[in-house]
């Protein structure tokens, strides 16, 4: 009978949803060791479609839960929809429609697409980001980063109800109070320098803009001037660093989270300011500058700030500048260059800020005072100490422009020219200057971090509202909680404006509104979130998606969380994962996350490589090589293409889409099937040979195993090789367990046939709510195996050996083989290779 992929898959598929198989079932928290929840990054919806390389993820973590549904874990595998942003907006843009309407179509056929793959969802938990149902929890969250704070002391955030605000605030009057709040809340609105995207007309997080480009549009971005809205993740850069030291994740991951985060140990030390107060206490008369080699402060001959520094701002405006024009210039020619470029860019450039000097700490001798670009305003303080006998950029800078260069440590790595610290070794320097430092109070030990507070504002249409409200005599006012969600006004014109101001502040009868505070004239906050404000906590929401009253009931989360096991894309380690991570932190330190769940959201993370063209060049429809997942479901069926995904190549590892491949899998299922012709004539008594029983359990383990690992294309090579030797043994002489036990295992990568076999050989319930099959470890090791010889890759002998045989005798005995003598003629072997358990090649 021949298998008829579209009926059988259907079949199954709609069954499945009929009886709920794959619905998670929430228990009490005390089971909690019973369930097992696994986790896919949520697709974006784009009007494309899936390509073939998503499928890779989500067939992974679905063979995962399948397992671990049939081993007894209450499995929860939920799938939602991350569905505001740019490249929907830029999509109902091109085609001159709603972005509402955009992603509506674009979820209905992502979710045709993913049903037709037969994945174990529980669809009855989807959750979509651009439904006001969920956002306006997105929106609570936002307001309680705005209503909190911070506490040093305890290392976590708190309501902003709890800050003891200083008497000498206090006794400034109400607007002192405020300022002093807005200071400390964790949301905060600022002017800041940000990443702006001239063609999509967008501010973006560093993040987003990394290489100098925008990550949708491939643009080059520049510099802008903006007040923005602003998370203060940098509370928690010591925290996210800390705790992924508690997780399971690979260790490329581990490693992008903690270069991005950039932990720095040093000192900040202040330089007084030529021309204004001494008080070494005034910061306003510091340039205050970060290093992690204050052995080396007696080498400074010069300070650099960034074009940006606010203090050149303040020298501009006081007219302390003598070659105002020329810095400004300067300035302006910055601003247009990336970061990348100005760190990047081998020709170094400056200003030297003719009117100001600073004073040296240790030897109060005056040092002129430049800007350049290579100094970044988003680094440390946004000014740098420059000690060019030991930096490479500032001996450049200090040859072109003809400053002084001072060696501070010799070759034998001990100061010199360092008053104090000569002949210390670099340790034991650093400790001294830093404490002299601490003494004189001009500077302290201190710790940086390269990671930037969150631009949290979008210059758009699509996305969350931001639930501010703006009052000329209250400030920012949050709009009461019982008002949301504060939903997107449906309007006709939402394409991004010139001005860089978003759509939403043309619509005036949105914009304006009573202040919530004392009922006065105000104005609705008209920027949006960005795209990862859903994203940060959507897994939390897949735990009681319904709740109209919280965002998640505290029991259902104690049950389900954390995540056991969430997979999703490298691109992504550095953003979402980063957010993410924070968002749940914060929640968790406020007790909307019970402490029961952990300070961590996922216990373990895996990521998958990508699936390129035929000919291993990346996919993109300019090069004409996307494949479609339609199209192989429908000449070859959402199996074929499971398993084939899965074979590949190792799941971490790129690989190239090869139609070869696939083909050769095709033949795997169709010998699967080709076993069960007559499964009425099944005969359960039929004694297995001992060679294929061995082979079965070492299967069963190999297969269990492989799973566990994620090296689902060696468990694919292992189901080929036990369906072959059942294959070759005959269907007749297998018993019928035995059969079962292969279905089993194959179930998880190929559900549809799966099911179907297991039905025509009489079982009644889903395969999927089985037991997995036990191995016995006394029959997984045969004590005699056939080793195969071979000489130039052809098969010239094969002789039986011990299964703990040893590669040295194992290469000793083939040599020695009678066949295999005449062979090798005396001649001495280019190379033996010995394949553990299963062969010899000798090259001659």
Request: hydrophobic share 35%; aromatic share 10%; charged share 30%.
């Amino acid at each position: 009978m021949e298998y008829k992929h579209h009926d059988i898959e259907k079949k199954w598929q709609d069954r499945w949803e009929k009886d709920g198989i794959y619905h998670a079932k929430d228990q009490d928290p005390a089971k909690k060791k019973d369930k097992f929840y696994g986790l896919i990054e949520f697709p974006y919806p784009s009007g494309e479609g899936l390509h073939v390389g998503h499928p890779r993820s989500y067939t992974a973590i679905d063979i995962m839960t399948r397992k671990q549904r049939m081993q007894g874990k209450n499995v929860l595998y939920p799938i939602g929809w991350d569905a505001f942003g740019l490249p929907t907006e830029n999509f109902a843009i091109k085609h001159k429609i709603k972005p509402q309407d955009a992603t509506k179509k674009n979820i209905a056929n992502f979710t045709r697409q993913l049903k037709s793959l037969g994945f174990g969802f529980d669809w009855s938990r989807e959750v979509d980001t651009t439904d006001p149902k969920y956002y306006k929890w997105t929106q609570w969250m936002f307001l309680q980063f705005y209503n909190s704070f911070f506490d040093e002391k305890t290392n976590r955030a708190r309501p902003l109800s709890e800050l003891v605000i200083p008497i000498k605030i206090k006794e400034q009057g109400d607007k002192a109070v405020v300022a002093y709040l807005d200071e400390k809340r964790l949301a905060y609105k600022a002017s800041a320098t940000i990443n702006w995207c001239p063609s999509c007309k967008i501010g973006l997080a560093n993040e987003e803009a990394q290489g100098g480009v925008c990550e949708r549009c491939g643009g080059k971005v520049e510099k802008r001037e903006k007040s923005q809205w602003m998370i203060r993740i940098t509370a928690y850069a010591e925290r996210l660093l800390k705790d992924l030291d508690s997780v399971d994740y690979l260790e490329k991951i581990k490693t992008q989270q903690k270069n991005w985060i950039g932990k720095s140990e040093g000192a900040s030390i202040d330089f007084a300011v030529e021309g204004q107060s001494a008080d070494k206490n005034d910061i306003e008369a510091n340039i205050t500058v970060f290093t992690t080699r204050v052995d080396t402060l007696f080498g400074v001959t010069y300070l650099v700030l960034s074009p940006e520094h606010a203090f050149v701002d303040r020298w501009l405006i006081d007219g302390v500048v003598k070659n105002a024009k020329k810095v400004q210039d300067y300035r302006e020619a910055a601003r247009k260059k990336s970061d990348i470029e100005r760190q990047e860019d081998k020709k170094k450039t400056g200003v030297e800020l003719k009117g100001v000097r600073a004073l040296h700490p240790a030897t109060g001798e005056h040092l002129p005072i430049w800007i350049a670009d290579y100094v970044l305003s988003g680094y440390g303080t946004g000014a740098i100490m420059a000690v060019p006998a030991h930096d490479e950029r500032d001996m450049e800078f200090a040859k072109k422009f003809k400053l002084p260069i001072i060696e501070v440590v010799s070759s034998e790595g001990v100061n010199v020219n360092s008053d104090f610290l000569n002949g210390l070794t670099t340790d034991k320097a650093k400790q001294k200057m830093t404490a002299w430092l601490k003494k004189e109070k001009r500077g302290s030990k201190s710790t940086n971090y390269k990671l930037r507070d969150w631009v949290f504002s979008r210059q758009r249409y699509w996305g969350e509202p931001i639930p501010i409200v703006h009052c000329d005599n209250c400030g920012y006012v949050p709009v009461p909680e019982k008002e949301l969600p504060l939903e997107l006004p449906d309007v006709k014109a939402y394409e991004p404006t010139e001005t860089g101001e978003s759509p939403l502040a043309a619509i005036k009868k949105w914009v304006d509104v009573k202040c919530p505070k004392c009922g006065g004239a105000a104005q609705r906050e008209t920027d949006t979130m960005p795209n990862w404000a859903g994203s940060s906590w959507y897994f939390l929401r897949y735990c009681d998606p319904k709740n109209d009253k919280k965002f998640a009931d505290p029991d259902k989360l104690k049950y389900w969380m954390p995540v056991d096991l969430y997979n999703g894309g490298m691109e992504h380690t550095t953003l979402h994962l980063l957010y993410s991570r924070f968002w749940y932190k914060f929640l968790f330190d406020l007790g909307h996350v019970p402490k029961e769940c952990g300070a961590e959201p996922y216990r373990a993370r895996r990521s998958q490589g990508l699936i390129l063209g035929e000919g291993g060049m990346k996919m993109s429809k300019s090069k004409g090589n996307v494949i479609n997942p339609d199209d192989v479901v429908k000449d070859y069926g959402s199996d074929i293409f499971r398993v084939y995904e899965m074979f590949i190549g190792p799941f971490e590892q790129e690989a190239p889409w090869d139609t070869k491949g696939i083909e050769g899998v095709r033949r795997f299922l169709d010998k699967v099937w080709k076993l069960f012709p007559e499964t009425q004539n099944l005969k359960p008594e039929t004694r297995i040979p001992e060679d294929t029983e061995t082979l079965l359990h070492q299967t069963i383990k190999k297969v269990g195993d492989d799973i566990e690992n994620m090296s689902f294309n060696t468990a694919v090579s292992a189901l080929m090789i036990l369906t072959n030797k059942f294959t070759d043994v005959g269907a007749q002489k297998v018993p019928k367990q035995a059969l079962e036990n292969l279905l089993k295992l194959l179930a998880p990568f190929a559900p549809h046939i799966a099911e179907e076999l297991w039905h025509q050989i009489g079982n009644k319930e889903s395969i999927h709510l089985s037991e997995w099959p036990k191995f016995d470890p006394k029959k997984i090791s045969s004590p005699e195996f056939e080793l195969v010889i071979q000489v130039n890759g052809k098969v010239r002998d094969k002789i039986v050996v011990r299964s703990d045989i040893s590669e040295k005798e194992a290469k000793e005995r083939a040599q020695s083989s009678e066949k295999v003598k005449g062979y090798l003629a005396g001649k001495k072997p280019k190379k033996i290779i010995y394949v553990h358990g299963r062969l010899v090649s000798i090259q001659i």
